[in-house]
């Protein structure tokens, strides 16, 4: 519990284990939240639903990272589940001590860092709090019972984000010529929570909430909250996400490029600190269930775009992106097809 960054981040300065190694340190070289990432109203779809196609595939293809607005989730729900997790993260220690657990298979944690924090090189600056939504009867009674409003709001915040995940995710089947519901079922049934707390850090240059990695599960749908912090790798670059009021941030996870055959891209991401105040986002990780098996969607292969991945379940995708530690090649690697 004393582990959490929250509990001793206001005690001087950004102690040697939580220095990233130089070449991944974001430095002192400030990245500008840009207007490079797509942002996407998604009120267009009743109207021109073969524009919103469009430009969901072409923001997928391209980023794998994209904005939306209009996408239908209240802003008042939106406000309410930050309001609740920044919440949950400002209590004091002793509501929370129930909660905190140094094993990754407990069902519903707070931790700090990443997956192993005794095992790791070095340590994220972030805290934690990661729980399932699915089946939601069943496991909201594991979830915090304060902030009392906690689970009415998260709960209704898990259903309407995966709703307008699987609006998305339709948007794509269409695009890439998926049949209706390729997606649905036992593709994205997995619902994941994972609340992220950022604490003002005393030398962002050398730490990071997040090093650069994909998600992945599916697609994620992500409350960023007003604090920047989030940044794309494209093309060699870091690029920044620029909060924007009500906004969702929507990212293809490597699931989704291994079902679309490369067709859509994962981009990798990461997360930056900042030193003036906390900053807290709220993730909804959409994804197929352990047993599932994930392969190239067949008819987006043919003999001249064969298939580049082999089947498998996603279990034991997900063991190899736990064990290669965000590096995105080495985690597809084991199931790459030799051409
Ligand atoms: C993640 C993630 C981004 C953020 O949790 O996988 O990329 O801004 N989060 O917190
Ligand atoms: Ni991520």
Known sequence: MERLVSSWCNDGDLPQSYICPPETRPGKITIPSGDNIPVINLGEASINRNNTVINVLKASHEFGFFQVVNHGISERLLNDTMKVVAEFFKMPMEDKAS????????VCRLYTSNTNYGTEKYHLWRDVLKHPCHQL???????PQKPTRYRDVVGTFSVEAKKLGLKI???????????????????????????????????????????????????????????????????GQWIGVRPLPNALVVNIGLQLRIVSNNKLKSAEHRVV?????????????????????????????????????????????????????????LTLQPFKVSI
Request: with cysteine; hydrophobic share 35%.
């Open 169 to 235: 995710l339709e948007l794509l089947c269409d695009g890439l010529g998926l049949e209706s519901g390729y997606l649905e079922d036992d593709m994205s049934e997995t619902l994941l929570l994972v609340a992220n707390h950022y604490p003002p850090c005393p030398d962002p240059s050398l730490t990071l909430g997040l090093p650069k990695h994909c998600d992945p599960n599916l697609i994620t749908i992500l409350l960023q909250g007003a604090t920047y912090g989030l940044q794309v790798f494209k093309d």
């Open 273 to 329: 600190t900042n030193s003036k105040v906390a900053r807290t986002t709220v993730g909804l990780f959409i994804g197929s269930c352990d047993d599932s098996i994930i392969e190239p969607a067949k008819s987006l292969t043919s003999a001249a775009e064969p298939p580049l991945y082999r089947p498998f379940r996603y279990r034991e995708f997900l063991s190899y992106h736990f064990a290669s530690m965000g590096d995105t090649e």
């Open 99 to 106: 909660l905190y657990s140094e094993d990754p298979n407990r």
């Open 137 to 143: 009867e069943a496991c909201i009674k594991l979830w």
